[in-house]
């Protein structure tokens, strides 16, 4: 009922063992519990069973028994203990029923709700009640300060008593958590231990006092005091015996409302360690996924990119169709670097990192959205020339003002509005940088993306960067826009900030750091492509592909010889392997795998040059081709010059 009846509480309040001492027994006591007797699971029927008819149990020593064999203490201090056991006991019996049944009433409240204020509330009025007190208090041990907080206190000026503090040792509160023994002081004008500022702050009369410490097992977390004998009597032992166990119940209440914030803590961590495996195992799937689009797509790109470089060379005399299909050349190297990005983001590429003049290509992207973006949505620019050179991805840049802008568009709706799109050069002391998380004071470049849309709460903005979170429908949006701008941005350095309100629109703020670089934005004058006459076998499973090489290789004067099949290629190869001058073959390919093929043609003829091309760069990477006699590796889509570069170089060496 209360923790005064154990006997290690007993030994302890007599001086024969110490607090350590006393700890050390009853992890003894757990671990030999534990060894005997400890279900394989909590089932109520069998852990009865196993404690009912387990053979060893008489076997397990009681904590007396265990401090005594510990060395702890002597046979006499151990019958001792028990004897004042016996007579504490004795004392328990002569409570009166009403009082016991208010101890009851608080020992089911204690082991039934987990509601804390109120529990100690009722424990405390309760305990006024059955000590005939005009009013009490319920003090919590503030370990680091070792000061006591009035954190229930009841009574006529209970309201200025909350959280008063009182020093460590001060009054005798104080003293009670020094000695850890209860104390009963008849007249407290006559006690130099009470601490009468108390009185002063809340206008109330302290005439006399019952204290008694509060321990949650071994440890004393606070004080429990009673004051003023209602018929201005002196508080009994029973009273004493009263108000401790109503601080061993305050003390369970405050127990187990610590172990249930524990193991809640414990099960949203367990919850939030499976939504991450449930995200690790989308992010993986994602990986899966884009690794086997991605050589299909770049197959795709690579025949899009060679049949437009060869309509370019076919019609240099009209200019309006030359341009379009530069147009179509450029769309095609961003989805290149697309693919290579969500390679990245899965793991399966590195991202290319090289100077952006900004303003630039915000431009581009500007005339790009005109041509996509209703009529009804204005399109309005304040680009500062030169506002900075950034390095990193350029489809990475390009893909933020994107994702913004659309963001914009989809917040503007089919009503008429305008998104107001700005770039200027700033700089940023430390004081500025301070708002924005891990930014270093220096120059920046603003981009600031501007709608006057629905808007937002403060709720939506504090979820908009999290991915999959979406308010659009499920047509509309996929949740992971923003999600991969914030992640953009991020890893280039720089901050992104949200400001919405409600019906009026909202405006995000980008800053990159800048760099001191010098940006050729002309485009470099190029010399003729290189050529030659030596004989090449080219082999790709798409029919495609050799169409676009087997005729581009063939105007640069090689003799070409192309197959779809790798099986057939080898046995062109074996039957004349001194006839070919170069392999050129796809990684990925039915039947066999590129770098197997290489290894066959190189075990006939070991001097046979080899470039492997792939959509991408796994199963195997470019030191492993390497490693196994490949001279080049190539990631596709390649543009002409490339390829006709890497040729010359692989046959000159």
């Known amino acids: 009922m209360a923790l005064k009846q154990l006997i290690g509480e007993v030994l302890s309040d007599l001086g ?21 007797l400890l279900p394989e699971k909590l089932q109520r ?78 424990i405390m009025k309760n305990a006024s009640k059955v000590t005939h007190s005009t009013a009490s208090t319920l003090m919590l041990l503030e370990e680091d300060t070792g000061e006591l907080i009035f954190s229930v206190p009841t009574g006529p000026k209970a309201d200025e008593l909350m959280d008063i503090r009182i020093k460590k ?51 004393l977390i606070g004080v429990l005091e009673a004051i003023n004998k209602e018929n201005g009597g002196t508080f009994s032992e029973q009273d004493a015996l009263l108000l401790s166990i109503f601080a061993s119940q305050a003390a369970m209440a405050i127990e187990n409302a610590r172990l ?107 005339k790009l959205l005109k ?20 390095v990193g991805d350029p489809t ?46 220096g120059s920046f470049v603003k981009l600031c993306v501007s709608d006057d849309g629905c808007g937002m709460d403060q709720s939506t903005m504090e979820q908009i960067f999290e991915p999959y979170f979406t308010t659009k429908e499920k047509d509309v949006g996929t949740g992971m826009g923003l999600a991969m701008v914030h992640g953009i941005v991020k890893s280039n350095g720089g901050a992104v900030k949200v400001f919405s309100e409600i019906g009026k629109g909202s405006t995000f703020e980008v800053l990159f750091p800048v760099v001191d670089l010098d940006v050729n934005v002309e485009e470099e004058l190029r010399e003729p492509l290189p050529t030659g006459t030596e004989h090449i076998l080219f082999i790709d499973d798409e029919e495609a592909i050799i169409d676009i090489w087997y005729e581009a290789l063939s105007k640069l004067g090689y003799s070409v010889t192309a197959k779809t099949n790798p099986l057939e ?38 001097d046979i040059p080899v470039i492997l091309c792939t959509g991408f760069k796994e199963p195997i990477s470019e030191k492993k081709a390497k490693a196994i006699g490949i001279r080049a590796f190539a990631l596709k889509p390649f543009e002409s010059r490339y390829l006709s570069n890497l040729v010359r170089k692989v046959l000159d060496e």
């Open 16 to 36: 024969f063992v110490t607090q350590k001492q006393l700890e050390a027994a009853l992890s003894k006591q757990r671990e030999i519990t534990n060894n005997e």
């Open 260 to 366: 249930y914030g524990e193991l809640k803590d414990e099960l949203e961590k367990r919850n939030q360690m499976e939504w991450n495996l449930a995200e690790l195992e989308k992010f993986r799937a994602l990986g899966q996924l884009s690794a086997g689009v991605a050589h299909d797509f770049n197959n795709i790109l690579a025949a899009i990119t060679g049949y437009s470089e060869m309509a370019l060379d076919d019609i240099s005399n009209e200019p309006q169709v030359h341009r379009s299909i530069k147009g179509v050349l450029k769309a095609s190297y961003r989805a290149k670097k697309l693919v290579n990005q969500i390679l990245t983001f899965s793991r399966q590429s590195s991202q290319e990192q090289v100077p952006i003049q900004s303003n630039r290509v915000v431009r581009e992207i500007i």
């Open 169 to 219: 040792g001060q009054g005798i509160a104080g003293w009670v958590v020094e000695h850890g023994e209860p104390v009963v002081i008849p007249d407290v004008k006559k006690d130099r231990r009470h601490y009468s500022g108390i009185d002063k702050k809340s206008g109330f009369e302290t005439k006399s006092i019952l204290a008694v410490p509060m321990k949650a097992k071994t440890k």
């Open 396 to 441: 990475q840049f390009h893909q933020v003002l994107m994702n913004l802008c659309t963001n914009a568009y989809h917040a503007i709706g089919e009503k008429p509005g305008s998104i107001r799109i700005t770039l200027a050069p700033v700089v940023l002391d430390a004081t500025e940088t301070g708002i924005h998380n891990g930014l270093k004071p």
């Open 371 to 390: 041509a996509t973006v209703p009529s009804t949505i204005e399109i309005s620019e304040n680009i500062t020339p030169n506002a900075g050179t950034l």
């Open 569 to 606: 290629a080898i046995e062109a190869f074996s039957a004349e392997p001194e006839a070919f001058d170069l392999i050129i073959t796809d990684m990925t390919m039915p039947k066999i795998t590129g770098d197997k093929v290489a290894a066959k043609m190189m075990d006939i003829r070991p």
């Open 45 to 122: 029927t069998r852990m009865v069973a196993e404690a009912r008819f387990a053979s060893k149990a008489e076997n397990i020593p009681l904590l007396g028994d265990i401090l005594h064999k510990m060395g702890y203490i002597t046979t006499d201090q151990l019958v001792k203990a028990l004897k004042q056991q016996e007579i504490m006991l004795k004392e328990y019996s002569t409570i009166e029923s009403d009082a016991l049944c208010s101890v009851m009433d608080m020992g089911a409240l204690v082991n039934t709700s987990l509601n804390l204020v109120e529990v100690l509330s009722l």
